[in-house]
């Protein structure tokens, strides 16, 4: 799904902790980070799609972000689909597509803005789809969606594991029960969209553990959790929870909001 403007509302939980890694982390606490993220903008459109400029966009260039962050703009998000990138047996994604996101990521934060690179559009479009690695939130294709991330953030992870607090993680973009009639609405009391949040949780915590374990700054580093459709009332949910973490204070919860539609859409 195609998307020109969006906000997200992060919510950070706080207390850091701090060690001394590769390029050291400020001791700031999540919440104290994202006061400090302001206002961002998004790259949409462009390494969420099938190739850079395959949705129209122009191609990233470092003037780009030159021109946003003299605007003030302090945040780049920056969505990536991984799942088009990669060998379907072994999940390696390809160099060049790595390197050419590692590329952009580098422009942004030479201009001292924050990053969010995450797992774009990899959600499959049914829960049968197999056609592609990605993942879906529901029991039957759970193992095929946690080797996917665990995959995918264990590759990223070790691109980018030196990075300070500048660059942040997002686990997935809008997991949702696609095909079927809860794709972008929860019932919180319906079966299958309890069994898809329970999935969803354990989902986070696979790519939470795999970013962790893989070292150096990404020990530490602040990640955005999102709940179904990345919807406001799926985190307020009890069927919701937070992945566990020993680094407290380092988990930002991703919202997603669409109102009012004509402006955000």
Not at 127 to 154: D, I
Not at 211 to 216: D, E, W
Request: aromatic fraction near 10%; charge should be negative; glycine fraction near 6%.
């Amino acid at each position: 799904m195609k998307k020109s403007l969006f906000g997200i509302i992060l919510i950070a939980f706080a207390t850091t902790l701090c060690f001394a890694e590769p390029k050291p982390f400020n001791g700031k606490s999540a919440a104290e980070t994202v006061k400090d993220m302001k206002t961002g903008w998004n790259l949409g459109n462009t390494f969420d799609a099938p190739s850079e400029t395959a949705w129209s966009q122009p191609k990233t260039s470092k003037a780009m972000f030159d021109a946003l962050s003299a605007s003030g703009i302090k945040t780049i998000r920056i969505p990536v689909s991984w799942s088009g990138h990669m060998n379907k047996t072994t999940y390696k994604i390809d160099d060049a597509w790595m390197n050419r996101v590692k590329e952009v990521v580098d422009w942004a934060i030479e201009d001292d803005l924050y990053v969010i690179i995450n797992s774009h559009h990899d959600c499959w479009e049914n829960p049968t789809e197999m056609t592609r690695p990605g993942y879906y939130p529901n029991n039957v294709n759970y193992e095929k969606s946690s080797k996917f991330l665990t995959e995918v953030w264990g590759q990223v992870s070790e691109v980018f594991k030196d990075y300070d607090e500048h660059l942040i993680f997002e686990t997935m973009n809008e997991p949702r029960q696609c095909g079927t009639n809860y794709e972008w609405w929860t019932d919180q009391n319906n079966a299958t969209c309890k069994e898809a949040m329970g999935t969803l949780n354990k989902l986070n915590q696979v790519s939470l553990d795999t970013i962790r374990k893989s070292g150096g700054n990404n020990q530490k580093r602040y990640v955005m959790i999102p709940g179904l459709r990345a919807a406001a009332d799926s985190v307020l949910s009890s069927n919701f929870m937070l992945p566990t973490d020993d680094e407290k204070g380092k988990l930002i919860i991703s919202v997603h909001m669409y109102d009012p539609h004509d402006f955000a859409m």
